[in-house]
């Protein structure tokens, strides 16, 4: 699942920041083609709680500093993500890494990836771009 084009939201930061998750995802479903999905999945969760701490705080400092007004949609998708996450962790944790849980780490993952950046991200986009005009 590589990062293409276009889902390129059209602000640096933001896109690269992105790229970063895609590089770490695109390794988790290698690790699972080899087997070693187990042993990748703490790293996977250990590399989003850090990444999305980051990532969140940035892209929502961002959205403040142009007045966006899907600030508040973006923050509770932010948060929703988070607790997703932490309920992973949890379920990763109790299982010992069962193959339930890493194909629940891949969706999660998956989704997030594709339907929140090609939805709610590039709305930031487009609002920077009507901005310039």
Known sequence: M???PDLSVGVAMIDEQHKKCFEKAEKLFEAGKNNQAKE????LLDFLEGYTKKH???????MLSIQYPGYQEQKRAHEGF???LAKLRSDYAASGGNILVILNANQLVVDWLTKHISTLD???GQ???GQQK
């Open 40 to 43: 990748y999945i703490g790293e």
């Open 82 to 84: 988070i607790a997703q």
């Open 122 to 124: 590039k709305k930031i």
């Open 127 to 129: 609002y920077v771009k």
């Open 2 to 4: 590589p990062w293409t």
């Open 56 to 62: 969140f705080a940035d892209e929502e400092k961002y």
